[in-house]
């Protein structure tokens, strides 16, 4: 049984890191899609992320900074263009999705590298992966910035103003799970899927 308190027996910022992916898990997946000023497109997955308002809806994901303390290029992206499309991506894009959480140079396209055609976003001048089955267009609401250092978190609010579904997927009131086939990010190189499912009845 152990204890920690930060402040007297601090745990490095790595050791926190893998202690929250392996019990923060599994955590849904936003694969972002964003642009610059140039009109270069980025793409990439993040697992800090999740639903944070309904009315208005509002989308949260965490991008990281980087080993040295510098800001992904979606960070840069939104400060440049604050639009971005977030696409669920399910299992049948997930080798797609890891192909673009490698670190390219600034300004190379992870669309190209992944082999993934673009198509536009109703709404927005930032395009969607066409295959995604998914996918909700957003305008920035707010970068919220939590220091500096290595591993510090830029917690993105983006407000939803448009949304592509596969007509597989909803049916208008239900999501079909078999259709989407969600994943979730473990720890490490893991992922999990939603094939093992079980319902518990709310409380009246």
Known sequence: MSDYLL???PLSSGAIYRLFCGTICPRPIAWVSTKDAEGRTNLAPFSFFNVV???PPVLGFSPLLNGEGQPKDTIRNLEQVPECVVHISGETLVNEMNATS???PEGEDE???AGLEKIAMPGLSVPRVAAAPVAFGCRLREIVRFGDQPMAGCLVLAEVVSIHLDDAIWNGRHVSIEAL???GRM???DYARTTDLFGLERPA
């Open 7 to 9: 402040e007297e027996s």
């Open 102 to 104: 490698a670190s390219l």
């Open 111 to 113: 669309f190209a590298l």
């Open 181 to 183: 086939k969600p994943i």
């Open 53 to 55: 308002s309904v009315a």
């Open 187 to 189: 720890a490490g190189s």
